[in-house]
T-cell receptor, first 115, second 111 residues
Framework: DTAVSQTPKYLVTQMGNDKSIKCEQN?????MYWYKQDSKKFLKIMFS???????INETVPNRFSPKSPDKAHLNLHINSLELGDSAVYFC??????????????FGPGTRLTVT | GQNIDQPTEMTATEGAIVQINCTYQ??????LFWYQQHAGEAPTFLSY????GLEEKGRFSSFLSRSKGYSYLLLKELQMKDSASYLC????????????FGTGTRLQVFP
């Protein structure tokens, strides 16, 4: 069973288009995240939701809008795509528990290429 | 500010031991994680340190010194499958699960 899944795995699109990436986790976790990994493999947090509430919103262009319909899903919508948006986008989830490690479980990633 | 430094690349031989260092300067500290990421795949959790000292887990161990802002990941009995990037990440705040990642260390294991 896949713990954290993302669709699509690959996304090729033209500048100016609007696209969405979907993420689902079946781990029962309360917190979900979106990360961007650029061509230099640097992994940077974009957003985090806890029980459908936005708790982390890094300095990200407002063309990026996360939506969490329920705590098992966190989608990412991107408007007016630009060349610089090309990257791998990872979804992750974690469960906060007192006294335990807070490891995050990552999805397989969505490789976005903007042409 | 936030700064997490790791060597960019390392090489080692199968069967050997390798130590990957990580130094950090962050506005807060509530734990340090090591993740492994094979090319084209997702990062996977390896270890977590929140108190000073060594945590051992099979062939992998991780060490933390909070006063020095320093951690290392020790890989023993290296195997070819250990060729991957190793990411050091710091959890800054008790109130959020925000992780600040280093740029990662690409390890190549040769026969």
């Amino acid at each position: 069973d896949t713990a954290v899944s993302q669709t699509p795995k690959y996304l090729v699109t033209q500048m100016g288009n609007d696209k969405s990436i979907k993420c689902e986790q079946n781990l029962g976790h309360d917190t979900m995240y979106w990360y961007k990994q650029d061509s230099k493999k640097f992994l940077k947090i974009m957003f985090s939701y806890n029980n459908k509430e936005l708790i982390i919103n890094e300095t990200v262009p407002n063309r990026f809008s996360p939506k969490s319909p329920d705590k098992a899903h966190l989608n990412l919508h991107i408007n007016s795509l630009e060349l610089g948006d090309s990257a791998v986008y990872f979804c992750a989830s974690s469960q906060e528990a007192s006294g335990r490690s807070y490891e995050q479980y990552f999805g397989p990633g969505t490789r976005l290429t903007v042409t | 500010g936030q700064n997490i430094d790791q060597p960019t690349e390392m090489t080692a031989t199968e069967g050997a031991i390798v130590q990957i260092n990580c130094t950090y300067q962050t506005s807060g500290f509530n734990g340090l994680f090591w993740y492994q990421q094979h090319a084209g795949e997702a990062p996977t959790f390896l270890s977590y340190n929140v108190l000073d000292g060594l945590e051992e887990k099979g062939r992998f161990s991780s060490f933390l010194s909070r006063s020095k802002g320093y951690s290392y990941l020790l890989l023993k009995e290296l195997q070819m499958k250990d060729s991957a990037s190793y990411l050091c990440a710091v959890r800054e705040s008790y109130n959020t699960d925000k992780l600040i990642f280093g740029t990662g260390t690409r390890l190549q294991v040769f026969p």
